[in-house]
T-cell receptor
Framework: AQRVTQPEKLLSVFKGAPVELKCNYSYSGSPELFWYVQYSRQRLQLLLRHISRESIKGFTADLNKGETSFHLKKPFAQEEDSAMYYCALKGGGYQKVTFGTGTKLQVIP | GAGVSQSPSNKVTEKGKDVELRCDPISGHTALYWYRQSLGQGLEFLIY????????KSGLPSDRFSAERTGGSVSTLTIQRTQQEDSAVYLC????????????FGEGSWLTVV
């Protein structure tokens, strides 16, 4: 079974402070991991995926298979980062994508 | 190109009435998902269609909820005998095989049961 856990419902940080949104997963094979973001009054959209090893809007996420984690990090938070963030996992083949419950990031000016 | 389209964007219905929510996925996308997002809550998986395979209905909260996908394209989510706790945003999403398995979401249908 696939499971994605985001332990924090709300994370508040000051502008300029580092951000880490936690994501842990449970999956027996080799998963694909993603972060999706939903800004206020916008549709949910892909932020980044682990296989691309990319940095988007200053955010990065490293897949740690030993800790089964895929935490999202940014060294200096900006006000425009305030949004709802969802971690997601896809197993192999035609398996569905499973989302975590989401973390609301609030960047305080 | 058009993204995932959902209708209606807003629906207010009386308790006990049936509602239908429609989703037009991106053309050629074989996978289609329905999720529910309640106020202050995260995403709740409802149902998953993949090609011609039997749908994964494991997330449907009760037998009042059902969904169809006709011709491998348009999908309809039906809620019978609506209850106030059904009030939520219903999100549809689709995914192509390949394309990095990216899911594309619609803007959602806001359902309010009064």
């Amino acid at each position: 079974a696939q499971r994605v856990t985001q332990p924090e419902k709300l994370l508040s940080v000051f502008k300029g402070a580092p951000v880490e949104l936690k994501c842990n997963y449970s999956y027996s094979g080799s998963p694909e991991l993603f972060w999706y973001v939903q800004y206020s009054r916008q549709r949910l959209q892909l932020l980044l995926r682990h296989i691309s090893r990319e940095s988007i809007k200053g955010f990065t996420a490293d897949l740690n298979k030993g800790e089964t984690s895929f935490h999202l990090k940014k060294p200096f938070a900006q006000e425009e980062d305030s949004a709802m963030y969802y971690c997601a996992l896809k197993g192999g083949g035609y398996q569905k994508v499973t989302f975590g419950t989401g973390t609301k990031l609030q960047v305080i000016p | 190109g058009a993204g995932v389209s959902q209708s209606p964007s807003n629906k207010v219905t009386e308790k006990g009435k049936d509602v239908e929510l429609r989703c037009d996925p991106i053309s050629g996308h074989t996978a289609l998902y329905w999720y529910r997002q309640s106020l202050g809550q995260g995403l709740e998986f409802l149902i998953y269609f993949q090609g011609n395979s039997a749908p994964d209905k494991s997330g449907l909260p009760s037998d009042r909820f059902s969904a169809e996908r006709t011709g491998g394209s348009v999908s309809t989510l039906t809620i019978q005998r609506t209850q106030q706790e059904d009030s939520a945003v219903y999100l549809c999403a689709s995914r192509a095989m390949g394309d990095g398995n990216t899911i594309y979401f619609g803007e959602g249908s806001w359902l309010t049961v009064v």
